[in-house]
């Protein structure tokens, strides 16, 4: 008898995360009241795992008689990045350790890290990287350059008004997507989530358009050696129907969802293209399925798809 290959999730959050939850939002309602209906779970886990336990171990001071405690691996991080950010093309395992005077194993050791975690990202599923969207998110926030919340805002509140729902705005890293800005339509009882928690990478129409972006060998090997996780019954879980809802993403150009990650919610995302083509973020707008019925959905996808437009055009993306 032939055995069954067995299947295995790509990342702990495609299953299991910390608690933390999509909530209903009342604006009248302050959120530390916990005992107001505005804090109501709805359901779904948001928040991404912590790991690592290891004390590091401290290195001497630098040569060039710089003081203070130094983290051998930090350094080494930090040296990678540069060279990377710092090259006119992606670099692959084996040139980094050339440039970097690194073994292959310990150069191999960090970009798998700084990959899973957004900081560095590989180029149409090659063996090559350059920096990642994550990396770019937080240098947004230094006072000189632009801040992605900032390029998204005005976005997320046109949408917010058009829709009358909730409009997200997350960066796609270590198998979640990071919502950094988001911003409430009506003043009724709407979807909500705090700024900084993550939803899984397979949430609803979020995780098409993450998947979309891939290319199809990447995604076709993603889906044959990953379970896809069932968050409600509506849930996609086999991958042949989601390389079809993916297809149909890639046709319209965004993605929707009907209670395929929180029951009783609905979804549209679209992706947010950065330099190089490169997936940057994902906008989405998610409310309370009696309050959008099927044409009133596929109008907020076409609505996220022209806001996402606007934002990937502001950030030099034609």
């Known amino acids: 008898m032939s055995q069954k290959p067995t299947l295995r999730p790509i990342a702990p959050c495609l299953h299991h995360c910390d608690p933390g939850t999509y909530v209903a939002h009342l604006p009248s309602v302050p959120p530390s009241d916990k005992g107001a209906a505005g804090q109501a ?3 779904g886990r948001m928040s991404p795992p912590q790991t690592g336990t290891g004390q590091p171990r401290v290195a001497a001071p630098a040569a060039n008689g710089a003081s203070g405690p130094r983290v051998p691996a930090v350094l080494k991080a930090f040296r990678l990045i540069e060279a990377v950010s710092i090259s006119p093309r992606p670099l692959g395992v084996s040139e980094l350790s050339r440039k970097l005077e ?36 937080l240098c947004s926030r230094s006072g000189n350059q632009a801040d992605l919340r900032q390029i998204a805002r005005a976005a997320l509140e046109r949408l917010a008004t058009t829709t009358e729902q909730t409009s997200f705005f997350g960066i796609p890293a270590d198998g979640h997507v990071t919502i950094l800005d988001i911003v409430h339509g009506r003043p009724t009882l ?8 993550s939803i899984p990478l397979l949430a609803g129409a979020v995780g098409k358009v993450v998947l979309a972006s891939w290319d199809a060998a990447r995604r076709r090997a993603f889906l044959r050696d990953n379970v896809l996780p069932a968050f409600t019954q509506a849930s996609i879980t086999q991958p042949d129907a989601y390389e079809a809802a993916v297809a149909a993403t890639l046709e319209r150009g965004a993605a929707i969802d009907v209670d395929e990650y929180v029951d009783g919610v609905r979804a549209a995302a679209a992706p947010v293209m950065g330099p190089g083509g490169s997936l940057g973020g994902v906008l989405w707008v998610a409310g309370f399925s009696r309050h959008i019925d099927v044409q009133r959905l596929e109008e907020i996808a076409r609505a996220v798809l022209r806001e996402a437009g606007e934002i990937s055009a502001r950030l030099g993306v034609l």
């Open 41 to 43: 779970q709805m359901s």
């Open 102 to 137: 690194l073994g292959k194993s310990t150069v191999h050791g960090l970009v798998t890290t700084l990959e899973a975690l957004g900081v560095l990202e590989s180029v149409n599923g090659s063996k090559r990287y350059q920096l990642g969207p994550r990396l770019a998110a």
């Open 190 to 197: 709407s979807i909500s989530a705090p700024v900084g928690s």
